[in-house]
């Protein structure tokens, strides 16, 4: 899976931060990452169902002030069809079911990329990215620096593949630290994606229920 590549208009992180959910409506858009094949997602309140047919692309939103703060998240997600396990720390041969991905920048980074595009975003070092990934072949909590943007992304093992149903709870800030060191900073934006396009299989997905804290 690359890395995501996302325009997130920023502004001055709000100095208390308010848990809540994160609504799929119509505040999300789809980021094509090839030019000829992209994912299908359907969006419905608090659920995303997503159909992945040897594509790959990810569906992104930005985050509302009162969940910059955020440093914990959870969410429901099910898979009744999934990638074969693979190698996520291999380029071009990780495909994956389901990647729910928090985006981080410095307080003081957030406040000066307001109206930032993505070629702006993507030259920041500064960004940070943790990426809770069910797929591979790995075990569960491990921690792997992305094949594409080691040190700015970083894959967060919750299942391994395969099909089923389950509720996820995270702490942001530890797995921050873990992958990264140091504090998150701004949660400027939250994607969702699903990868299949190296093994040409299929994968049928949804994510509910999520929010951040």
């Keep these: 899976m690359r890395i995501l590549s996302l325009a997130l208009p920023l502004a001055v992180v709000a100095s208390t931060a308010v848990s809540g959910p994160i609504s799929f409506g119509g505040n999300w858009s789809e980021q094509r990452l090839q030019i000829f094949n ?10 995303m169902s997503i159909a992945s047919d040897g594509a790959v692309s990810l569906a992104w939103t930005r985050t509302s002030r009162s969940d910059w703060g955020a440093t914990a998240a ?4 099910g898979v009744s069809q999934s990638v074969p396990a693979t190698d996520l720390r291999r380029k071009g041969g990780d495909d994956r079911n389901i990647s729910v991905y928090f985006v981080f920048l410095p307080e003081a ?20 990215i943790l990426q809770y990934v069910w797929g591979g072949n790995h ?12 040190g700015q992304g970083a894959n967060v093992i ?5 099909t089923g149903n389950h509720s996820e709870s995270v702490n942001l800030a530890s797995d921050f630290a873990s992958a990264f060191g140091g504090q998150p900073g701004a949660l400027v934006g939250i994607a969702v994606s699903a990868d299949s396009d190296d093994t040409g299989s299929s994968i049928r997905a949804q994510v509910s229920n999520l929010a951040v804290r």
Excluded at 38 to 47: L, V
Excluded at 158 to 162: K, P, Q, T
């Design 74 to 77: 959870s969410w429901s997600w």
């Design 139 to 150: 075990s569960r909590g491990s921690i792997q620096q992305s094949p594409y943007a080691p």
């Design 38 to 47: 992209s994912n299908d997602y359907s969006f419905n309140g608090n659920s």
């Design 109 to 128: 980074d957030a406040a000066n990329m307001e109206g930032a595009n993505i070629r702006q975003l993507n030259g920041n070092p500064n960004v940070r």
């Design 158 to 162: 919750l299942r391994s593949a395969g």
